[in-house]
C-alpha cells in the first residue's frame, strides 16, 4: 500500500511510503497534535506498449482530501522512434534504391569522403540513423549530389 506523509500546515507531500503504516498518526491525530500524517494514495498505472508509447510521470498531489500518484501514457515522437531504431548494414543499404547505391559505389571512387563513409559503413554491424556517422555520411551523399536533402530524410526515417 502506498502512502503519502503529509504536512497539515500546508498538506505539502513530504514523502511516499509503501508498506505497512496503519499504526502511524492519522489525519484526526495530526489535528490534535500538529505533526505529520499519512493518507493513502490512489494510484492510476495505465499500461504502457514501450516499443510504440511513453509512460511519463508520476505526477502526486494532495488536494487535502484525496491522495493521488498519476503516471500517464503517450505514443513516442518521432525522434524518439528514431533515437531506437537500429538497422542491420545489409537493411540500411537497402532502403536506397539501385540506382542510389551504384552511384555512391562510383562517387566513392572520386570522393575521399564517400569513399570513407561507405568503408565504415561496409565495417559497420548496425546503423543508426541518429549516430553522427550516419548522419554525417548522409549529409557527405547530399553534398556530393548523389541525394537530395529530402531523400536522404526519407533513407533515414525509422
Known amino acids: ?30 489535528a490534535v497534535n500538529g505533526k505529520p500524517f499519512l493518507t493513502e494514495v490512489v494510484v492510476t498505472d495505465p499500461p504502457c506498449d514501450y516499443g510504440t508509447q511513453v509512460k511519463e510521470g508520476p505526477v502526486d498531489s494532495y488536494d487535502g482530501v484525496n491522495a493521488t500518484r498519476v503516471y500517464t501514457v ?3 515522437t518521432a525522434e524518439e522512434r528514431a533515437a531506437e531504431t537500429i538497422w542491420s548494414t545489409l537493411q540500411f543499404m537497402e532502403r536506397f534504391t539501385k540506382q542510389e547505391r551504384g552511384a555512391i559505389r562510383a562517387a566513392a571512387k572520386q570522393s575521399d569522403d564517400v569513399e570513407d563513409w561507405l568503408d565504415l559503413l ?5 546503423v543508426k540513423p541518429t549516430d553522427p556517422r550516419t548522419v554525417s555520411g548522409m549529409a557527405a ?11 536522404s530524410a526519407e533513407i533515414l526515417a525509422p
Open 74 to 76: 503517450r505514443d513516442k
Open 122 to 126: 561496409r565495417a559497420a554491424q548496425e
Open 1 to 30: 500500500m502506498l502512502y503519502f506523509k503529509i504536512d497539515p500546515s500546508n498538506n505539502a507531500i513530504l514523502d511516499a511510503l509503501d508498506g505497512d503504516f496503519s499504526a502511524y498518526n492519522t489525519k484526526a491525530d495530526s
Open 141 to 151: 551523399l547530399v553534398a556530393a549530389g548523389l541525394l537530395t536533402a529530402q531523400r
